[in-house]
């Protein structure tokens, strides 16, 4: 039997979270192997180009020199531009910040979930079906990056700062002020409704205004340009005919393609049950982490209710409606930071090996020049 004392002079057992990290950081330079072999077999940078790519490259070196690069945010570009004072390449320059802003996510997301068992969702995330947005010049990882840490310095009680990091989201994409708002109305909850001492409605008027004053830098400058403060949206019906509608609406379009059959018929079908099965998987998480997380359960519902109600026109686009989606919705930071968030290990196991084959999957078809928006 064991000496109470002796028993209490043992000394703690140490985790090993260095060493895990460490081997995520290398799988995480790991996942990006397949671009490295993308750009050697095709002896040239073109991996970075793919479909919006070129936009953002355009907006960096040339600046908003045509009324249909309105519909892209600022800050990605502009990014790109100041790294490319260092290095004489924009498409170098864009892949470094996607590629960094990625890797710098990933570490957020871990002091996020530090009390969980969370190697295999950080793998998710380092191997999520949306990778290869997250490796070339897209705004999938700045935008991230740029949520996530919001949303961390906000759990930390940092107001003002808080304010600034979701201010350069909504610089980043229109989408960031779903974010803002979801944090407004936490905030309000906290002070109105849950009573907590911690927050102050001053806290609310720095957070907003901040985040509002950074926001709106971009709908301004459209304003002074074209008369219209949301040219930005507009320009999305005169050039990408998208429409809105009901999330039913969406889904009534893409059977419809999927009806007219055609080459792509197989993928489109993938890419169907890809978009909305990740829809109903991020409805069922938010559903289920509301009791503990409203912020996180609100900014999913809302950003998904957003993301149905605007589609492709199908007789402009031969591509699905929804083409768009999956990236979106996987592009949502709760769903890292409550992906496995139940005790049965083996969904576990089956999430994260879905997630390994579709990261693979997606990035075949999109390396090779398949159009998933």
């Given at each position: 039997?064991?000496?109470?004392?002796?028993?209490?002079?043992?000394?703690?057992?140490?985790?090993?979270?260095?060493?895990?990290?460490?081997?995520?950081?290398?799988?995480?330079?790991?996942?990006?192997?397949?671009?490295?072999?993308?750009?050697?077999?095709?002896?040239?940078?073109?991996?970075?180009?793919?479909?919006?790519?070129?936009?953002?490259?355009?907006?960096?070196?040339?600046?908003?020199?045509?009324?249909?690069?309105?519909?892209?945010?600022?800050?990605?570009?502009?990014?790109?531009?100041?790294?490319?004072?260092?290095?004489?390449?924009?498409?170098?320059?864009?892949?470094?910040?996607?590629?960094?802003?990625?890797?710098?996510?990933l570490l957020i997301l871990n002091k996020l979930t530090k009390d969980?068992?969370?190697?295999?969702?950080?793998?998710?995330?380092?191997?999520?079906?949306?990778?290869?947005?997250?490796?070339?010049?897209?705004?999938?990882?700045?935008?991230?990056?740029?949520?996530?840490?919001?949303?961390?310095?906000?759990?930390?009680?940092?107001?003002?700062?808080?304010?600034?990091?979701?201010?350069?989201?909504?610089?980043?994409?229109?989408?960031?002020?779903?974010?803002?708002?979801?944090?407004?109305?936490?905030?309000?909850?906290?002070?109105?409704?849950?009573?907590?001492?911690?927050?102050?409605?001053?806290?609310?008027?720095?957070?907003?205004?901040?985040?509002?004053?950074?926001?709106?830098?971009?709908?301004?400058?459209?304003?002074?340009?074209?008369?219209?403060?949301?040219?930005?949206?507009?320009?999305?019906?005169?050039?990408?005919?998208?429409?809105?509608?009901?999330?039913?609406?969406?889904?009534?379009?893409?059977?419809?393609?999927?009806?007219?059959?055609?080459?792509?018929?197989?993928?489109?079908?993938?890419?169907?049950?890809?978009?909305?099965?990740?829809?109903?998987?991020?409805?069922?998480?938010?559903?289920?982490?509301?009791?503990?997380?409203?912020?996180?359960?609100?900014?999913?519902?809302?950003?998904?209710?957003?993301?149905?109600?605007?589609?492709?026109?199908?007789?402009?686009?031969?591509?699905?409606?929804?083409?768009?989606?999956?990236?979106?919705?996987?592009?949502?930071?709760?769903?890292?930071?409550?992906?496995?968030?139940?005790?049965?290990?083996?969904?576990?196991?089956?999430?994260?090996?879905?997630?390994?084959?579709?990261?693979?999957?997606?990035?075949?078809?999109?390396?090779?020049?398949?159009?998933?928006?």
């Open positions: 039997m064991i000496n109470p004392k002796e028993e209490q002079n043992v000394p703690p057992i140490k985790t090993n979270k260095n060493n895990d990290i460490k081997k995520i950081i290398i799988c995480f330079f790991l996942s990006r192997l397949l671009l490295i072999l993308f750009i050697i077999i095709k002896q040239d940078l073109s991996v970075f180009e793919l479909y919006d790519s070129i936009h953002y490259i355009n907006i960096a070196q040339f600046g908003y020199i045509e009324s249909q690069l309105y519909a892209f945010f600022p800050l990605y570009p502009l990014l790109i531009r100041t790294v490319a004072i260092l290095i004489p390449s924009y498409h170098i320059s864009g892949a470094i910040i996607s590629n960094l802003c990625s890797l710098l996510s969980k068992t969370n190697n295999d969702l950080l793998m998710c995330f380092v191997f999520s079906p949306i990778l290869a947005f997250t490796s070339i010049v897209y705004t999938e990882s700045l935008f991230m990056l740029l949520t996530l840490l919001g949303y961390y310095l906000y759990k930390k009680d940092r107001y003002f700062l808080s304010g600034i990091i979701i201010g350069l989201s909504i610089l980043t994409r229109n989408s960031g002020i779903i974010l803002w708002g979801s944090i407004g109305l936490d905030m309000l909850y906290r002070l109105f409704i849950k009573k907590d001492k911690t927050i102050k409605f001053k806290n609310i008027v720095i957070f907003g205004l901040i985040s509002l004053l950074i926001g709106m830098i971009y709908p301004i400058y459209l304003y002074i340009q074209t008369g219209d403060f949301l040219k930005f949206a507009t320009v999305q019906t005169e050039y990408w005919y998208r429409e809105l509608g009901t999330p039913i609406e969406c889904l009534v379009k893409d059977v419809q393609v999927l009806i007219r059959g055609g080459k792509n018929f197989i993928l489109n079908i993938i890419i169907f049950i890809e978009n909305w099965t990740s829809l109903i998987f991020a409805i069922i998480l938010s559903i289920k982490i509301f009791k503990k997380d409203k912020l996180s359960s609100i900014y999913i519902i809302v950003s998904l209710i957003c993301f149905t109600t605007t589609h492709r026109n199908i007789n402009y686009w031969l591509s699905l409606s929804s083409v768009s989606l999956f990236r979106y919705v996987l592009g949502l930071f709760p769903i890292y930071i409550y992906l496995f968030d139940n005790k049965k290990e083996s969904i576990n196991k089956l999430i994260y090996l879905i997630f390994i084959l579709l990261s693979i999957f997606n990035v075949i078809l999109i390396y090779t020049g398949f159009f998933l928006g």
